[in-house]
């Protein structure tokens, strides 16, 4: 969730963002990838993907953008968005306040507002409140769809206790902080909504607040109020998203485009063919992994969102059983958290599709990766690397060098595909 | 006499009172009691041989369990569910540190935070996040911090 900036870095990403977003529906700034021919086709229901160095090329590595065009509720006042990260392990839209320049409508009930504190797994959280826009991407749309804004720390009201104590930094922006790393999120992975029942049946900590001017309480959200991923509310092509992006060489590549194309098995340019399907489980979309002839069960998943192929640690990788000596990288901020072996190692693991919703044992997929050392890729001007890697206590994370020279398809709960109701992985 | 026992019981509650603003990691056995009642949930101790396992479950479907050594301290907090615990619950004395960590680093993903006496790990994707913490030199011999899941 967060890039590593320095401060005129910051500074030149804010001016250069402030000059990106313009109002009244006119398209701003295309994207900027170049690049190789990107894999994938073409039509209405296909969006471009890139993996550069983010808005303003403050320097991401292997975070995909795509463009949305987001407007006022029945209108054709809009605004296009570019550098809208792609993210496969949340649900929703949400915008940078300082990016946005629709007066969106503000989602209210009995004169009070609806807020939200969104949590990630990286101990990060973003505060704001929920808002209603149309949404457009490539050529599908859907009406009234509830995002959320992301507000700076100094707006008021700010984040409650409950909220700013499950999580330690606030991630937006405030004139010193710009960490998102895009203009905003665009959340399409395996859920519906971004709570779910949960928050809808409970008041739960730290998720939805209805505020006044007195302050904001915990509060519960109805399923519709909730924010939605936008593609099953999308009129067609509303079952999953499939994303493709090429090969890319093993040294990294700078600038790489490719596709994300809506709907599964719904127009001749989103067939599964030989694509393997792997159930996930249905309360936290995960699968098993099998790894060196040892399962790590429902504990594993596939995220564009995350920047490397994260799994285990340095420590349990090295010692017996798996013997595989995998040094962390030396001490820094960007280099924190990434393994930095030198020569390359390659691997293997299967990824096996979970059974915890009596889905027989038997899809499975195994797939060879490698890890370089993260410290030789940032040396270049490298964007896109296929062989990034990090830990992830437990378990595997499969980021985005999962993506390259493949199509990944992520089917959505309870939007029936050619292949069967979601949720879903297939490869 | 009546002085005595008004004193005594408020003695009591001020001990329970106590009790109650610990929070787990690192506290005693009844800063978990104290967690229980904060999540309002149920509590299921799983003895182990070399810890004990005491697992809540909160409204939110979050999952926590607290791992207590043979002499009664917590020395780890693992959650698993849609929603982080309130660290400031659970990590107890623990908290002014790590609110204070902020790491900020290139990695979109999974976060391991070092710091004197305490290790935090967290990881996941929305609505399916987990993680553990806890105190290396709490723990009793033998046990791994894999275990801690």
Not at chain 2, 42 to 68: D, K, L, N, P, W
Not at chain 2, 117 to 140: D, F, K, N
Request: net charge negative; glycine share 12%.
């Amino acid at each position: 969730m967060k890039t590593n900036l320095k401060f005129p870095q910051i500074i030149l990403a804010v001016v250069l963002i402030g000059l990106a977003s313009s109002c009244g529906g006119g398209s701003t700034g295309a994207v900027s990838g170049s690049g190789t021919g990107g894999s994938g086709g073409t039509g209405n229901n296909v969006a471009q993907l890139v993996v550069d160095a983010g808005p303003g090329g403050i320097g991401t590595v292997d975070l995909a953008f795509t463009t949305v065009t987001v407007c006022m509720p029945g209108t054709s006042t809009c605004q296009t968005i570019d550098h809208v990260q792609v993210d496969t392990g949340s649900e929703g839209l949400r915008i940078l306040s300082s990016v946005l320049t629709l007066p969106l409508p503000q989602q209210t009930s009995n004169g009070n507002s609806a807020f939200e504190c969104t949590q990630f797994a990286d101990l990060t959280f973003l505060w704001g409140p929920i808002a209603t826009a149309d949404i457009q991407i490539s050529g599908e749309s859907a009406k009234s769809v509830p995002v959320q804004i992301i507000n700076p720390v100094t707006a008021s009201p700010g984040a409650p206790a409950d909220c700013s104590q499950t999580a330690n930094q606030q991630l937006t922006q405030d004139g010193t902080v710009f960490d998102l790393g895009a203009n905003a999120m665009l959340g399409i992975g395996s859920f519906r909504q971004d709570c779910g029942s949960a928050c809808a049946l409970s008041v739960i900590p730290a998720t939805y607040y209805s505020c006044n001017s007195t302050g904001c309480s915990n509060a519960t959200q109805t399923l519709t109020a909730q924010v939605q991923n936008p593609v099953w509310m999308f009129a067609s092509d509303n079952n999953g998203v499939i994303l493709q992006l090429p090969a890319v060489p093993d040294a990294g590549q700078t600038n790489v485009s490719g596709s994300l194309t809506f709907g599964i098995g719904t127009q001749s340019n989103n067939g599964l063919g030989s694509a393997v399907i792997l159930p996930v489980d249905s309360n936290f979309a995960n699968f098993t992994v099998q790894f060196q002839g040892m399962n790590f069960t429902d504990v594993n998943f596939v995220d564009s969102g995350s920047n490397g192929y994260f799994f285990l640690d340095s420590a349990t990788l090295t010692n017996p059983p798996f013997n595989i000596p995998m040094p962390d990288c030396p001490k820094s901020s960007a280099l924190q958290g990434f393994y930095c072996p030198n020569p390359t190692i390659p691997l293997s693991a299967s990824l096996i599709g979970s059974t915890a919703n009596g889905t027989p044992v038997g899809a499975s997929r195994t797939i060879s990766f490698n890890v370089a050392s993260a410290q030789n890729l940032f040396n270049t001007t490298g964007t896109a690397f296929n062989d990034l890697g990090g830990e992830s206590s437990g378990n595997f994370d499969f980021g985005l060098p999962f993506f390259f020279g493949r199509s990944v398809y992520t089917a959505i709960e309870g939007q029936s595909t050619p292949a069967g109701t979601g949720p879903y992985l297939a490869f | 006499m009546k002085y005595l026992q008004a004193a005594v019981a408020i003695a009591a509650f001020a001990i329970l009172l106590s009790a109650s603003s610990f929070a787990a990691l690192g506290g005693d056995v009844n800063s978990v009691l104290a967690d229980q009642a904060q999540m309002k949930a149920q509590r299921r101790v799983t003895q182990m041989t070399a810890y004990s396992i005491h697992e809540m479950q909160s409204q939110a479907g979050t999952t926590v369990r607290e791992f207590v050594s043979p002499e009664g301290k917590v020395f780890g907090v693992a959650w698993q569910g849609q929603s982080l615990p309130n660290f400031q619950q659970v990590l107890g004395s623990y908290y002014d540190q790590f609110i204070k960590s902020a790491p900020r680093q290139r990695k979109h993903g999974p976060v391991t935070i070092q710091m004197p006496g305490l290790v935090v790990q967290s990881g996941g994707h929305m609505r399916a996040l987990t993680g553990r913490a806890y105190v290396p030199e709490m723990m009793p011999s033998g046990v791994k911090a894999d275990e801690i899941r």
